[in-house]
């Protein structure tokens, strides 16, 4: 069974409740319609049209604004937030969504079809928040590749392609921390992470190699069962055979399957290349390290990739 399919099937095994709260665009709608079809979620889909299976809210007039209003105000009274702004605030989809997720009545949410990222993860951050044993949120894509002629089958986590723009090494530990355990998480698989450079095992010298490098000790003083490497070029961490001749102690048993790039340029750069010329799937980018799940998607996010995220937000649903 391909990856996806396996996602697909375990999250229909466990559905969960996840609000879309751009129902007024017609490929969050068709989404609705294609993961309530096939039992991959329950949806709530908000200022949505009427679709089997499906409960739609208008936010502007729910029942609970107040109620909601009311949470958002204590919440942010400290800075400002007087009532009648957050009830101004609260009729926004996406904040409102954001709010239901942190008060248990849903799920997760899955915006940004319409919304920009910013407003996207403002509210995710602000509204659901961090969680605890989290230093930093920061975001993924998950890659996969189904294609017998591609070098590699299955998936692979990318980190931090869409969120953090220059983590220092105590963020860079963060992420791929995190990382790690979305890959046991999404993967099943134990972690083998990659601190990706361009260069290997101290074939360059540069001022910025410092962070990578510490990083990796921070890394290793937190989670000594880990198996992490680097500084690694792509071809070194990717290729088994370059790695052995180009860092002969790495303590990598094999190819990893968390990649950690240095920056959000990289990264982003990276999956998209992935994406486009090598062929892979890039689900994402998906959030780590809140309190519950919220996730982000293009604005040119398509209906299938609308309802792989809405997936991924719902199998990391705690």
Same mark, same amino acid.
């Given at each position: 069974?391909?990856?996806?399919?396996?996602?697909?099937?375990?999250?229909?095994?466990?559905?969960?409740?996840?609000?879309?709260?751009?129902?007024?665009?017609?490929?969050?709608?068709?989404?609705?319609?294609?993961?309530?079809?096939?039992?991959?979620?329950?949806?709530?889909?908000?200022?949505?049209?009427?679709?089997?299976?499906?409960?739609?809210?208008?936010?502007?007039?729910?029942?609970?604004?107040?109620?909601?209003?009311?949470?958002?105000?204590?919440?942010?009274?400290?800075?400002?937030?007087?009532?009648?702004?957050?009830?101004?605030?609260?009729?926004?989809?996406?904040?409102?969504?954001?709010?239901?997720?942190?008060?248990?009545?849903?799920?997760? &949410?899955? @915006?940004? *079809?319409?919304?920009?990222?910013?407003?996207?993860? $403002?509210? +995710? #951050?602000?509204? %659901?928040?961090? !969680?605890?044993?989290?230093?930093?949120?920061?975001?993924?894509?998950?890659?996969?590749?189904?294609?017998?002629?591609?070098?590699?089958?299955?998936?692979?986590?990318?980190?931090?392609?869409?969120?953090?723009?220059?983590?220092?090494?105590?963020?860079?530990?963060?992420?791929?921390?995190?990382?790690?355990?979305?890959?046991?998480?999404?993967?099943?698989?134990?972690?083998?992470?990659?601190?990706?450079?361009?260069? &290997?095992? @101290?074939? *360059?010298?540069?001022?910025?190699?410092?962070?990578? $490098?510490? +990083? #990796?000790?921070? %890394?290793?003083? !937190?989670?000594?069962?880990?198996?992490?490497?680097?500084?690694?070029?792509?071809?070194?961490?990717?290729?088994?055979?370059?790695?052995?001749?180009?860092?002969?102690?790495?303590?990598?048993?094999?190819?990893?399957?968390?990649?950690?790039?240095?920056?959000?340029?990289?990264?982003?750069?990276?999956?998209?290349?992935?994406?486009?010329?090598?062929?892979?799937?890039?689900?994402?980018?998906?959030?780590?390290?809140?309190?519950?799940?919220?996730?982000?998607?293009?604005?040119?996010?398509?209906?299938?990739?609308?309802?792989?995220?809405?997936?991924?937000?719902?199998?990391?649903?705690?």
């Amino acid at each position: 069974m391909k990856l996806l399919d396996r996602l697909h099937h375990a999250a229909r095994a466990r559905p969960r409740h996840i609000i879309l709260p751009e129902g007024g665009d017609p490929r969050v709608a068709e989404a609705a319609r294609v993961i309530t079809e096939q039992g991959l979620a329950r949806i709530t889909l908000m200022d949505g049209p009427d679709l089997p299976g499906i409960a739609v809210l208008h936010p502007a007039e729910a029942g609970d604004l107040d109620e909601l209003a009311d949470h958002w105000h204590r919440m942010r009274a400290d800075r400002g937030m007087t009532g009648e702004r957050a009830r101004a605030e609260m009729r926004d989809p996406i904040r409102q969504a954001a709010m239901r997720v942190r008060l248990g009545q849903a799920d997760g &949410t899955v @915006g940004g *079809a319409v919304a920009t990222t910013a407003e996207t993860v $403002r509210a +995710a #951050l602000q509204v %659901i928040g961090r !969680a605890p044993d989290t230093a930093i949120v920061s975001s993924f894509f998950l890659m996969l590749s189904c294609d017998g002629a591609a070098p590699f089958r299955g998936g692979m986590i990318f980190a931090d392609c869409g969120l953090v723009i220059q983590p220092d090494a105590a963020e860079l530990a963060a992420i791929a921390r995190s990382a790690a355990r979305s890959c046991r998480q999404l993967l099943d698989q134990t972690p083998r992470v990659a601190l990706l450079s361009f260069s &290997t095992a @101290g074939s *360059a010298d540069h001022e910025s190699l410092g962070r990578i $490098r510490e +990083a #990796l000790a921070l %890394i290793r003083a !937190a989670e000594p069962d880990l198996e992490v490497d680097g500084e690694l070029q792509f071809d070194a961490a990717f290729d088994d055979a370059i790695r052995a001749r180009k860092a002969p102690g790495s303590s990598l048993s094999a190819r990893p399957n968390v990649f950690i790039f240095p920056d959000l340029a990289s990264g982003n750069i990276g999956y998209k290349i992935a994406q486009r010329l090598g062929g892979l799937t890039a689900i994402g980018p998906i959030l780590q390290g809140l309190r519950k799940p919220a996730n982000d998607l293009s604005r040119g996010a398509n209906t299938n990739e609308i309802v792989n995220a809405a997936v991924i937000t719902s199998l990391t649903a705690r």
